[in-house]
T-cell receptor, first 113, second 108 residues
Framework: EAGVAQSPRYKIIEKRQSVAFWCNPI?????LYWYQQILGQGPKLLIQ????????DSQLPKDRFSAERLKGVDSTLKIQPAKLEDSAVYLC???????????FGPGTRLTVT | GQSLEQPSEVTAVEGAIVQINCTYQ??????LSWYQQHDGGAPTFLSY????GLEETGRFSSFLSRSDSYGYLLLQELQMKDSASYFC?????????FGTGTRLQVFP
């Protein structure tokens, strides 16, 4: 079974630029999550989708972050404009509906200079 | 709100047994998960305790005590490849809240 795919793996941008991350979850997984993980900390949930609907985006900085999951499969997370404090690893995860067992992708390491 | 606290670092030698603790404060509680994350890697699911008691999976066991708001991950017969960060996580409303993480270093 293919795992969660993410791209790019690494990205370096200057502050105030924009960036987009892509995620393809495990086939059949209805729930998709985007997490931000700052070095030395646990993952922090940014947004959670159930199929193509948003379940929770309470910790998403909506003035600069946006995410979508068209057709209930792939998802993109965008940051515009980026700030220095956005430097982190952005993890995508998916799970079967109703399951707490989440499968994570390899993540995108973002560096904002 | 909800918070899960873990020791920041634990060290041990190969072949030893180590316990990683997790204490939580929550207004609602369904269970406790554990994830392993190697440096530069993605978190991988280890276990989920929905009920009190000990769950064993090979060299790893996980324990939950709801009355004490406490759980732990027990790693036996430690191997060098067990060096990683370990996170407890708890469901809260519809999302998973991760703990502060414990970095385990295994020495030969």
């Amino acid at each position: 079974e293919a795992g969660v795919a993410q791209s790019p793996r690494y990205k370096i941008i200057e502050k105030r630029q924009s960036v987009a991350f892509w995620c393809n979850p495990i086939s059949g997984h209805a729930t998709l999550y985007w997490y931000q993980q700052i070095l030395g900390q646990g993952p922090k949930l940014l947004i959670q989708f159930q199929n193509n609907g948003v379940v929770d985006d309470s910790q998403l900085p909506k003035d600069r972050f946006s995410a979508e999951r068209l057709k209930g499969v792939d998802s993109t997370l965008k940051i515009q404009p980026a700030k220095l404090e956005d430097s982190a690893v952005y993890l995508c995860a998916s799970s079967l509906a109703g399951s707490w067992e989440q499968y994570f992708g390899p993540g995108t390491r973002l560096t904002v200079t | 709100g909800q918070s899960l606290e873990q020791p920041s670092e634990v060290t041990a030698v190969e072949g030893a047994i180590v316990q990683i603790n997790c204490t939580y404060q929550t207004s609602g509680f369904y269970g406790l998960s554990w994830y392993q994350q190697h440096d530069g890697g993605a978190p991988t699911f280890l276990s989920y305790n929905a009920l009190d008691g000990l769950e064993e999976t090979g060299r790893f066991s996980s324990f939950l005590s709801r009355s004490d708001s406490y759980g732990y991950l027990l790693l036996q017969e430690l191997q060098m490849k067990d060096s990683a960060s370990y996170f407890c996580a708890a469901p809260w409303t519809d999302k998973l809240i991760f703990g502060t993480g414990t970095r385990l270093q295994v020495f030969p």
